[in-house]
C-alpha cells in the first residue's frame, strides 16, 4: 500500500495566523479546525480538505513552554512575593492559571502552526515517500536487498 498524498494545498493564500488563531479551515477559512479542544477534524466540512495526513507536531508545545514561563511563571512568583497568601493559595490559583492558559495557547498555536504547516505543504516524511518516487536510495539500486524489502 503506497501513501498518496491528498490533491490540496496552495490554491488560495489565506493568512496562516488569522485562520489559525480563529481555528478555521487553511483551505477557505469556513470550516472548523477542531473537533474538541485540542484535536483536528478529518476534514474541513465547508470545503473537503483533508485534514487527516497532517498535525502541527511537538512545535506549539514548545512555545506553550516557552511563552507559560516566561511570562506567567514571574507572575506567580510576583503574587506570592508581594501578597504573601499561604503558599498552598498560591499553588492552587496559579496550577489553575497555568493549565487554563497553556491549553488556550496550545490550541491557539496548533491552529497557527497547522495552518502554516498547510500553506507550506510541509508534512512528516515517511518510508513509503521514497519507496514510491523516483529517488534511487541503497535499497532500490541493490536488487538483493529490494527483493528482502518485498517479501518484509
Ligand atoms: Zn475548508
Redesign the pocket.
Known amino acids: 500500500m503506497t501513501h498518496k498524498p491528498s490533491p490540496r494545498r496552495g490554491r488560495r493564500r489565506l493568512p496562516p495566523v488569522q485562520t489559525g488563531l480563529s481555528g ?8 472548523q479546525l477542531f473537533k474538541n479542544m485540542l484535536s483536528f477534524n478529518d ?7 483533508d485534514f487527516r495526513d497532517d498535525d502541527a507536531g511537538d512545535g506549539p508545545a514548545i512555545f506553550v513552554i516557552f511563552a507559560v514561563g516566561i511570562f506567567i511563571i514571574p507572575l506567580a512568583l510576583a503574587f506570592h512575593m508581594l501578597l504573601d497568601p499561604p503558599l498552598a493559595v498560591t499553588f492552587i490559583i496559579w496550577s489553575l492559571i497555568i493549565i487554563a492558559a497553556s491549553l488556550w495557547l496550545l490550541r491557539l498555536m496548533r491552529g497557527v502552526m497547522f495552518n502554516i504547516a498547510w500553506q507550506r505543504n510541509a508534512r512528516e516524511v515517511r518510508l513509503q515517500d521514497f519507496k514510491a518516487s523516483e529517488v534511487k536510495t541503497p535499497a532500490t539500486q541493490n536488487p538483493t536487498a529490494q527483493d528482502k524489502d518485498a517479501d518484509t
Do not use: K, Y
Request: aromatic residues 0%; negative net charge; contains cysteine.
Open positions: 478555521r479551515c487553511p483551505e477557505c477559512g469556513e470550516g476534514g474541513c466540512a465547508a470545503c473537503g480538505a
